[in-house]
């Protein structure tokens, strides 16, 4: 079964925003073994969209469009394909009262025209929106399946994750499954994790291994191709071993697991309470752990004390600590972590002080950053990095070297 | 003139990279008025792109294609649209001389598949790579104009900006500007200021109006035409002024200002400090500010006060608050912003108090949040929010109403 996907949207062809749909789809459509042979996005025009269509129709058995199941007149992805299969729309009873009652939550008025977001193609299948108005929904027809997603991405992932590989999974034929891992690594570059598995890379066929990188992470996708489910899951742990004897100081993680989530997870598991003293990430490493459901038990709370007067006044940094290392230093971040984890009466205290960029600080290069992590009835560790990106990049990599250090500690 | 961008390879089919690409093309497009209606995404297939192409042909008079001009097999950009057009490829000479100086500069071998990159379509206009090693070029043919760019964005977009515009800018015969202006807004949503703005958008026909919405912003993008860059920026202002005059109270910046950038560039007019006391948005929005360069003599810093006990520890909020009215009310965003001010001797204080979700807390939805604004010698002022999104949702909204409501304040 081969895919097209199309995405629907004026903003895409006048460049204000990206593809990233398209992206995110492909990649799992990749994983589940569908081939997709090309990407077309078009504007929020109908004879444009009904020649898209058209074109597609010849080339993919699997259309998957995104984008236009809104409210305003530009929002027309349904009627165009309606019109080009010539099917209907209907409406569909669950996604009015769904959007009435969103209106009457945040107290607004519903203007008429966010009704047309409960109109569905005649005979499809729903796909829930749990986190917008419009439906998403699947139609066959004429040996086709055409896919209909909305197009801002927290809405059409998770349709896609929960609903939408679901109901392509029931569309494919095939008997070989196909079954992937992938294997999450953090402070190894992409050339040397390449490096130190080219002999493993090379040889393998099945499963095959497909190295990427981004945001500093290295992630290995090991996929193998079996009629045995049971046996491809075989070959993928046997391959994990493998990995693991080489480079397994460096693992952290699976398939989507990010950093916070494994940390956070280990966290729970071991009942530890923790709290942060953050100065350069200003906020980030708490605002990571407070997007997770549940972290109102982990975490007590800290201090953002980004002005050395706070350090001083709520933190109790001592003075000379200051005047003689500077903020940027070993002592302070060992204070900064005991302090907080003594004034807010926690299990585990982490601090991050240093120089995110651009220029230095107290004579320090940009890039410099010191993490302290203080636990109950052991000697407070401290590490140091020298980080080489922009000033957003070194706040982001400090976070995660944040995380990747309590995972370290707490999986010891 | 209308253009196709065609963006080539397997990587992107397989979703391991997102297409950039046109996204900066469609942009610089944009700017100077040629008409983009149709993205296109190919792999590295000679079939599939040979169709790519002949689709686009019909479509198109500018055919613009980024990627597959390599040395790898899997490279066959030229060799696929020479075999199109029935046209040859010819060695140019400049070009393989460059990229014999590249390999002797880093001490490299030079593989043979590397001369394949020096190669051109017969007749074509050479567009000089800076920053790597295969040229682009620029073929017209039987009316229509084929541009072949690099792949990797560090080599597509000097080479786009430096000589493809200045090349595109000959092909076209129109003498009008484009003069583009953005319009940011917050607090309404898309349909609503559609229907407010509804008579004049659609009378408009110049300026246009275009309306985009996303992460609870809505932005109107005004769009003039005209041969003369002054008369185009005079229709600009007159229609901004109009829509100003309808729904100016949510306006809040132009282009790619964000909510943050505003309320620290307004906080640093007035010389003012902030302190944050964040629950709910644990570190979110000061972490937005961190981000900022020059943050440091704005954000004196805050508390992250996930936990009671921490709110009531280190930020003096009464037991009696909590006991009657909980963590989820007026009276605690109230004191949780004069306290952080207070304690952190800061010329404003704003707190962040609520229930992000999922489920409800102390009796409240999700969704349910109070901010409190605690400034020198005024009142303190305190805002409600009855939020609709998940967890994230409302986190991230919550903090764009922090800043949406200090700006309002900063700019009475």
Redesign the interface.
């Known amino acids: 079964m081969n895919a097209e996907i199309i995405?629907v949207g004026?903003?895409?062809?006048?460049?204000?925003?990206?593809?990233?749909n398209?992206?995110?789809?492909?990649?799992?459509?990749?994983e589940m073994g569908v081939n997709?042979?090309?990407?077309?996005?078009?504007?929020d025009?109908p004879e444009?969209l009904q020649?898209?269509i058209s074109?597609a129709q010849e080339?993919a058995d699997l259309l998957i469009f995104t984008g236009g199941l809104?409210?305003?007149?530009?929002d027309l992805t349904k009627e165009t394909i309606a019109k080009s299969l010539g099917t209907t729309l209907t409406l569909d009873e669950d996604a009015l009262e769904s959007i009435k009652g969103?209106f009457k939550?945040?107290?607004?008025?519903m203007?008429p025209?966010?009704e047309k977001q409960a109109l569905i193609l005649a005979g499809s299948q729903v796909l829930k929106n749990?986190?917008g108005m419009a439906p998403g929904m699947l139609l066959k027809k004429d040996a086709k399946a055409y896919m209909l997603l909305p197009g801002?991405p927290?809405e059409m992932k998770p349709m896609f994750s929960t609903y939408g590989k679901q109901a392509i999974q029931h569309l494919l034929k095939k008997k070989e499954i196909i079954h992937s891992r992938v294997l999450r690594f953090f402070g190894i570059g992409e050339a040397q994790l390449e490096t130190e598995l080219e002999a493993l890379i090379d040889q393998q066929t099945n499963p095959t291994i497909a190295p990427?990188a981004g945001d500093g992470e290295v992630t290995l996708r090991l996929t193998a191709k079996h009629e045995s489910k049971d046996v491809a899951i075989t070959l993928l742990d046997e391959l994990e071993i493998e990995i693991m004897n080489i480079v397994g100081e460096y693992f952290y993680g699976y398939d989507q697991d990010s950093l916070g989530e494994v940390g956070f997870k280990l966290l729970k598991e071991k009942g530890f309470t923790l709290s942060?003293a953050?100065s350069?990430?200003?906020?980030?490493?708490?605002?990571q752990?407070?997007?997770l459901?549940g972290?109102?038990s982990i975490?007590?709370?800290?201090?953002?004390?980004?002005?050395d007067?706070?350090k001083k006044?709520?933190l109790s940094v001592k003075e000379s600590t200051l005047e003689q290392h500077t903020s940027v230093s070993e002592k302070c971040a060992k204070e900064l972590a005991e302090n907080v984890r003594e004034?807010?009466?926690s299990d585990i205290g982490i601090s991050f002080t240093g120089v995110?960029g651009?220029g230095s600080h107290e004579g320090q290069p940009a890039g410099t950053v010191w993490i302290g992590l203080s636990m109950k009835d052991q000697p407070t560790k401290t590490f140091h990095l020298n980080l080489g990106g922009g000033?957003?990049a070194n706040?982001i990599r400090t976070a995660k070297y944040g995380w990747y250090y309590l995972i370290k500690e707490l999986s010891e």
Chains 1, 2 share one sequence.
């Open positions: 995405a004026s903003e895409l062809l006048l460049g204000q925003i990206v593809n990233s398209a992206q995110f789809i492909s990649e799992q459509l990749a997709v042979y090309y990407h077309t996005s078009v504007g025009n444009r020649h898209a074109v080339r809104g409210p305003t007149k530009d969103y939550k945040v107290d607004r008025e203007t025209n966010n749990e986190n801002p927290s990427l942060c953050e350069l990430t200003g906020g980030l490493f708490q605002a752990l407070a997007s459901p972290a109102s975490l007590k709370g800290g201090v953002i004390c980004y002005q007067e706070v006044k709520i004034l807010l009466s995110a651009p000033r957003n706040r």
